[in-house]
């Protein structure tokens, strides 16, 4: 059975430089957008265009230079945001203007005193507006995590009518659980007139921690494109992280899902993404942090050494890792050593193992981990001839 296609929408150069400290200037944003293009990312949202003459720039530089994705632009439901958009876009192979506006009550009394009547009125006018410059009109409801099932469907059948052609439901706020958001996917489905007509698209924060979860529910449930960043950057505690939802769908064949992502490009263009943003991420984040292949505890070894499959899901090269790697410390057992010693030119018998292991604890003991070049040195301190 062939599988659906999930669109993967990257914002790394959008919500992800929306990330305090960071500022990438036209020089690293074009390096990124060409990456991801080669990377094979459907929609690239390349900034956010009326938000300053640099993010224009940006816009309008990326959508020379982008040879098969689309390339889109943010606006909120501003005539003036459209007109600045199509004006940066107007290059672009594949143009998408991204507008839309806050739906959930907290937002129609707080931010805009407004009525849900007047805020349905605003996002049908922007829609109708941007469809005067493009084919491709993505319409957010934002705060969607929050907005009440009924009224969003409500939105979402006006703006379909207007003539959206992707309809993002972004949970801003990071609030929703799994069950909540693939729940309110399905409700979309089952109750929007003409929603078959439009993609549904995942945009989830990453508050509590569940964007990524809240994402597969959201294409479990019908949505067919994911808004992601690399390395999950973004405002507050970031979005969803593109390797970690691309590699979900390929790590669950049943769910017939797939993305057109070449996945041995993800640790480098991660790698890149750090560089060029200067935002590292922690040793333990899934798929690319520096500890995603390497074991360390003694029990973990021996069972890689054996076979891999024992204790790793993904084989490294996979996302572009060229190998898994066996930390050696203080809890490394005598496989451990064994493995690693011969990678550096010594193939211990099981003698001269016994007699290697005890020294190889007392330096391990003294040290968080035991490079190639300690090895060398433990084996000259003890009495085997290699
Ligand atoms: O999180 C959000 O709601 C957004 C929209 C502007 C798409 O980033
Ligand atoms: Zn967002």
């Keep these: 059975m062939s599988k659906d296609k999930v669109q993967i929408f990257d914002t790394t150069l959008r919500d992800g430089e929306q990330v305090p ?34 993010d224009f720039k940006s816009v309008e530089e990326i959508s ?56 349905i009125e605003r996002a049908v006018d922007s829609v109708k507006y941007a469809k005067s410059f493009v084919e491709d009109v993505e319409f957010y409801a934002e705060d969607a995590g929050r907005t009440d099932n009924d009224y969003l469907a409500q939105v ?6 207007a003539g959206a052609t992707v309809l993002n439901i972004p949970d801003t706020t990071g609030y929703c659980l799994p069950e909540e958001y693939g729940a309110k996917m399905k409700y979309l489905k089952e109750n929007v007139k003409g929603i078959d007509k439009v993609i549904l698209s995942c945009h989830c924060h990453n508050d509590l921690g569940l964007a990524t ?49 070449n996945t041995q490009l993800l640790y480098d263009t991660s790698q890149m993404v750090i560089e060029n943003m200067g935002i590292y991420v922690q040793p333990n984040k899934a798929i690319v942090g520096a500890n995603a292949f390497a074991h360390s505890s003694g029990i973990h070894q021996d069972g890689m050494i054996k076979n891999k499959k024992t204790y790793e899901i993904i084989d490294p ?9 066996i930390i050696l410390t203080a809890r490394s057992g005598r496989a451990a050593l064994a493995y690693r010693a011969k990678k550096v030119g010594y193939d211990l018998t099981k003698i001269q193992l016994d007699e290697v292991y005890p020294i190889f604890l007392n330096f391990a003991d003294k040290k968080k981990e035991i490079v190639d070049m300690d090895i060398h040195l433990i084996i000259k301190n003890s009495s085997v001839d290699c």
């Design 64 to 119: 020379k230079l982008i040879k098969n994705a689309t390339v889109c632009g943010l606006t909120r439901s501003v005539k003036k945001d459209i007109e600045v958009a199509a004006e940066a876009l107007k290059y672009a192979k594949k143009p998408r203007i991204h507008t839309g506006i806050g739906t959930s009550d907290s937002h129609i009394l707080h931010k805009f005193n407004s009525t849900r009547e007047k805020i």
């Design 21 to 54: 400290g960071c500022k990438l200037n036209t020089e690293q944003k074009l390096v990124i957008a060409e990456r991801l293009d080669e990377l094979g990312v459907d929609i690239i949202e390349a900034g956010f265009p009326v938000s300053s003459p640099g």
């Design 156 to 161: 979402c059948e006006a703006v379909i009518k």
């Design 213 to 261: 979860a809240n994402s597969i529910a959201g294409v479990v449930n019908g949505a067919r494109q994911i808004e992601c960043t690399i390395n999950g950057i973004g405002e507050r505690a970031g979005n969803t992280a593109l390797e970690e939802v691309v590699m979900i769908l390929k790590q669950h064949p049943y769910l017939n899902l797939d993305t057109n992502i």
């Design 317 to 325: 090269t996979e996302v572009g890792v060229t190998d898994s790697a």
